[in-house]
């Protein structure tokens, strides 16, 4: 069965910093890449970074360039974003995605999904 679990989220101050992890199963990690994306309250889910797995080859997306870095541990099939100075801005719910094909920050092309994790950051 395939898996993917969230965890990390929670409430933060602007300018403070969170470590969500996605810890992976069920299926072959390196020949995926994961993806993180967030959907807010009234907004369509965005794609924010992604990492491929089989070469480590990472994407941000503009607004969070600078802020947030996506990682992985092959050996315990998790990946991680750090995301550093929070915005309210950044309040939504998290997850991870897992895609087989070319790496995406499209949304319809991953193949997994994980329940979510909530991120708020108060002003």
């Known amino acids: 069965e395939v898996q993917l679990v969230e965890s990390g989220g929670g409430l933060v101050q602007a300018g403070g910093s969170l470590r969500l992890s996605c810890a992976a199963s069920?299926?072959?990690?390196?020949?995926?890449?994961i993806g993180w994306f967030r959907q807010a309250p009234g907004k369509e889910r965005e794609g924010v970074s992604l990492?491929?797995?089989?070469?480590?080859?990472?994407k941000y997306v503009d607004s969070v360039k600078g802020r947030f870095t996506i990682s992985a541990d092959n050996a315990k099939n998790t990946v991680y974003l750090q995301m550093n100075s929070l915005k309210p801005e950044d309040t939504a719910v998290y997850y991870c995605?897992?895609?087989?094909?070319?790496?995406?920050?499209?949304?319809?092309?991953?193949?997994?999904w994980g329940q979510g994790t909530q991120v708020t950051v108060s002003s």
């Open positions: 995605a897992a895609v087989l094909g070319p790496p995406s920050l499209l949304r319809n092309k991953y193949d997994y």
């Open positions: 069920g299926f072959t990690f390196d020949d995926y890449a």
């Open positions: 990492i491929s797995i089989s070469d480590g080859s990472t």
